[in-house]
């Protein structure tokens, strides 16, 4: 299948600063990525969707000013989070769409960011 | 809104018994379902997907039916093995941007 690479797998940064998360497309175009959180044993939160060339779609109670996301390409997009704090430390998670398919989304294999 | 329910609870089978994993919806239905398998520390992997006119789908070991007038599916895996184990997440998939929205997931524990 499709491959979704996400960059990087751990990080740890500090309280106040920002931390930017790739998700790269490696064998496909997609015009469509979409970016995650998830919590110890629940379930993935849909954050944003994001569409190559245009500004991305939040999904209810995530602040885009937090969560900046950027579709600069048909096969990359990022997150950055900004002036980080200890609760934003999660599993962030891509996926992508092929855009010649309608139906699989490919996830990348996450990034877990601890804010200390 | 939407709400996706899966067995919170671990399900431990013997190797070799039939795994079925229930994930009911709340509301309007899906234009598909799917399920995705994730390992810990991990990103879900694709597994199946199944359309809303759709009753069963198969692929190898697994199973999918989907019930719109329950607005129940139902996963299983015959001839389960141990490296089955992991937890399995049910997500439901509509038109216009294909927004995926996940349950919880359930954890499947295989014994050998």
């Known amino acids: 299948g499709a491959v979704v690479s996400q960059h990087p797998s751990r990080v740890i940064c500090k309280s106040g600063t920002s931390v930017k998360i790739e998700c790269r497309s490696l064998?496909?175009?997609?015009?469509?990525m979409f970016w995650y959180r998830q919590f110890p044993k629940k379930s993935l939160m849909l954050m944003a969707t994001?569409?190559?060339?245009?500004?991305?779609?939040?999904e209810q109670g995530v602040e885009k000013d937090k969560f900046l996301i950027n579709h600069a390409s048909l096969t990359l997009s990022t997150l950055t989070v900004t002036s980080a704090h200890p609760e934003d430390s999660s599993f962030y998670i891509c996926?992508?769409?092929?855009?010649?398919?309608?139906?699989?989304?490919?996830f990348g294999q996450g990034t877990r960011l601890t804010v200390v | 809104s939407q709400k996706i329910e899966q067995n919170s609870e671990a399900l431990n089978i013997q190797e070799g018994k039939t795994a079925t994993l229930t994930c009911n919806y709340t509301?309007?239905?899906?234009?598909?379902l799917q399920w995705y398998r994730q390992d810990p520390g991990r990103g879900p992997v694709f597994l199946l997907l199944?359309?809303?006119?759709?009753k069963e789908k198969r692929k190898e070991r697994l199973k999918v039916t989907f019930d719109t007038t329950l607005k129940q599916s139902l996963f299983h895996i015959t001839a389960s093995q141990p490296a089955d184990s992991a937890t399995y997440l049910c997500?439901?998939?509509?038109?216009?941007?294909?927004?995926?929205?996940f349950g919880a997931g359930t954890r499947l524990f295989v014994k050998a």
């Open positions: 199944i359309r809303e006119n759709e």
């Open positions: 509301n309007y239905s899906p234009a598909y």
């Open positions: 994001s569409n190559e060339g245009s500004k991305a779609t939040y």
């Open positions: 996926s992508a769409r092929d855009q010649g398919l309608s139906t699989e989304a490919f």
């Open positions: 064998d496909f175009q997609a015009t469509t």
């Open positions: 997500a439901l998939a509509y038109t216009g941007g294909f927004k995926t929205i």
